[in-house]
Every structure is written in structure tokens, then in C-alpha cells.
């Protein structure tokens, strides 16, 4: 099978890629840094244009694989779960910018992102000089493209390659790769080019761009507009309940060694502004009030924020109980937090407790005389 060129498809109507400066950096810096293959996930958005038989394609982030990546000369394994709930939090967050935008739409312009967030495809480090997709990538990118339950109508795989810039600059006019393309993109006829970012004297990183869908059901290569990051949609830092799972895992060992039971973690648009808080839901099993911990995405740099419920706010039969508790409950007043700082070497369990006891104690204060 013809894996690159037999194409009937009007090279004019091929995807218009954008990419985010920070995209670029990310690749060439990672490239560098394994001498083995290596790569990340590409996030960004497709986005259907009246008249074009394929959409625009634009790449805002990367996502990296944590430690379990499995990088060899000439195999890569993007690793376990981890990409999947930075993806999670990244569509959440981006759900709730569209809702808040949709209502401002006051031109083209600003609906032009009004489309879901998407796992647009990947990028890897190939050996060598290899600068077309191996049949192992064909394989993969078919499989994605052609599943209807977990995949993508398209996908982009890129490619980085490190390369002798005596040889990375030369001619490369009979190279059949690069006769597919989009010509008002590139503003050269039917000839896409790789980048080619200068490192040293002597070394160059090579990036070069495929493109598949369900209607090219091939490999074609694209030529990329690379644009300022604040041209882009931007995404949110990561929440620390991703990143840092070691202070997450801690936080409930102490929630629950000191006697609360945790009912519910949840990201939540707390205060009406992305990026989401997350929340934890948490009781005494002898108390009478369940209570929600708010913290920001970039916690443990800022303090959490503490509401609380009657314990009767949580219903009866159902595992929705966020919605319902958070609906009867109300913010803890400031003078029941410690007055000392909030330490980020603190734990929740800490505040709460104090919190808890200086919320009794203003609660029977207020209690009319019987």
C-alpha cells in the first residue's frame, strides 16, 4: 500500500496547520534532550471552515508522559494514565471557556473557537534521518482515524529528527515527500517544507508535518504557520491534583487518619472564573455539618477556601451529591481561620480541624438562648 503520494484530493483543500511558538520550543527542546526517540501528545482544536473539505488544524500545547515512558533507540511508548487526566482537565477548562464566551460572541472571530478541545495527535522523535512516517506509525494513525468509538476523523503526527546541518540543508527538490501540500499556505507551489530550527554550527532540528484523515485515508505532508502563543487560545496550568500525586495521596491519608470521611473530589468552578478549583467533600462521621475544601489549581501556594453544609444537605440514593451539597452550603467566616499564615508545606486536615473548632464555637455563640 502507498503509504505518502497517490492522493485524489485537491491539495488546495489539505488542512491549514497552526501551531503555538510554544509547541515548537517544546518539541526542539525534548528532541535535544533524548538521544532516544521520545514525544508527547498534541492538543489543540479542528476546526470546520464553510466550503473546505478538510479543517484547520491548530496545535496549542503538548502533553509530556510521566516516568513511565518507555524510550529506546528506535521505539517510543508514551506511558500510562497521566496524559489522559491532563487532557481531562485541559477539556474541562476549555468546556467552560466556551460557555462563558459564547455569551460575548460579538463577530466571527471570537466563535471561530467555539469548537471542542481535542487530542489532535502526536509528536516523535524518529532516529536517524528518517523523515517519513515508519508502518508502524501508518498503522496506528489508521487504526485512530478509522475507530469511531475512541478516535478522530484526522490526526497529525509530526516528526523531529536531529540532524548534520551540512547534510539537513541540502537540496531536497527530488524529494516526492514534499510534492503534496497546500500552495496558498506555504506561498511556494506544491512544495511544503520541513522547519528547520538552527541549533549550533553544526546541528539543526528537522520537524516535518503529516496529516491523516477518514478522506486522505494517507499520509500527507503539510507546511505549518508557526504563530506568537498570544495568537492562540491558551490553556490552563495543570491542577495540582495531576501533577503533584504524592501530595494528593497525602492530603486523604491525613483527611481520614484524623477521623473525616471523604465523600467527593471534584473539579468545579467555584468562584465563576477558570480555571476550576477542585473540591473535597469530607465529614465527620459524629458531626452535623459536611464540609466542601476549595482549592486553586496552583495549591498548595495559596490557602484553601472552606465551606459547610447541615450533614441533611446530602441526598438520599444517588451518587451526584457535589451538586446538592454544594447548593446549601455556605463560606466558613474568615475570623474562624488561624491568623498565622497559610504555610504550603500545610495540610488541609490542619486548617480544617481549626476551622472546625472555631466554627463550633461562633455557631453556639450565635445560637438564641433557650
Known amino acids: 500500500m502507498n503509504k505518502y503520494y497517490n492522493l485524489a484530493l485537491n491539495r488546495a483543500q489539505l488542512p491549514r496547520l497552526t501551531l503555538s511558538q510554544r509547541v515548537i520550543d517544546k ?54 494514565d497521566v496524559q489522559g487526566e491532563i487532557f481531562n482537565w485541559y ?32 509528536w516523535h522523535k524518529h532516529p536517524g534521518t528518517l523523515t517519513h512516517p515508519s508502518g508502524g506509525d501508518f498503522e496506528t494513525a489508521y487504526q485512530h482515524v478509522f475507530d469511531d468509538k475512541e478516535g478522530e476523523p484526522q490526526i497529525l503526527v509530526i516528526l523531529a529528527t536531529v540532524w548534520d546541518r551540512a547534510y539537513a540543508n541540502a537540496d531536497e527538490s527530488v524529494d516526492p515527500e514534499t510534492l503534496i501540500g497546500i500552495t496558498e499556505h506555504t506561498k511556494e507551489i506544491d512544495k511544503p517544507r520541513p522547519l528547520k530550527i538552527p541549533i549550533t554550527d553544526d546541528t ?4 516535518d508535518f503529516w496529516y491523516m484523515s477518514r478522506k486522505t485515508r494517507r499520509f500527507v505532508r503539510l507546511a505549518p504557520i508557526v504563530t506568537e502563543d498570544s495568537l492562540l487560545p491558551n490553556l490552563p496550568p495543570v491542577s495540582w491534583h495531576v501533577t503533584n500525586q504524592d501530595r494528593l495521596r497525602k492530603e486523604l491519608e491525613s483527611l481520614t487518619e484524623d477521623g473525616y470521611k471523604v465523600l467527593r473530589l471534584q473539579g468545579f468552578n467555584a468562584d465563576n472564573v477558570p480555571p476550576l478549583e477542585i473540591c473535597l467533600q469530607v465529614l465527620r462521621m459524629t458531626g452535623k ?82
Open 27 to 80: 518539541i526542539v527542546a525534548n528532541a535535544l534532550t533524548y538521544p532516544t526517540e521520545t514525544g508527547e501528545n498534541l492538543v489543540g482544536l479542528a476546526v470546520n471552515i464553510p466550503g473546505r473539505i478538510e479543517p484547520d488544524m491548530y496545535v496549542l500545547d503538548t502533553i509530556a508522559p510521566d516516568d513511565s515512558a518507555v524510550r529506546r533507540g528506535a521505539y517510543f511508548e508514551q506511558g500510562d
Open 204 to 207: 539543526l532540528v528537522r520537524i
Open 289 to 370: 455539618y459536611v464540609y466542601t475544601i476549595v482549592t486553586k489549581a496552583t495549591y498548595p501556594a495559596e490557602r484553601p477556601v472552606i465551606r459547610y453544609a447541615p450533614i441533611e444537605s446530602i441526598p438520599d440514593n444517588t451518587p451526584h451529591i457535589f451538586a446538592p451539597i454544594w447548593a446549601q452550603s455556605q463560606p466558613v467566616p474568615e475570623d474562624c481561620y488561624p491568623t498565622d499564615p497559610w504555610q504550603p508545606d500545610s495540610l488541609m486536615v490542619d486548617l480544617l480541624r481549626m476551622v472546625e473548632v472555631k466554627l463550633k464555637q461562633k455557631l453556639v455563640e450565635k445560637a438564641p438562648a433557650k
Open 91 to 122: 477539556a474541562d477548562n476549555w468546556e467552560e471557556f466556551r460557555e462563558r464566551r459564547r455569551h460575548s460572541y460579538g463577530n466571527a472571530i471570537g466563535a471561530k473557537w467555539d469548537v471542542p478541545l481535542a487530542n489532535v495527535g502526536d
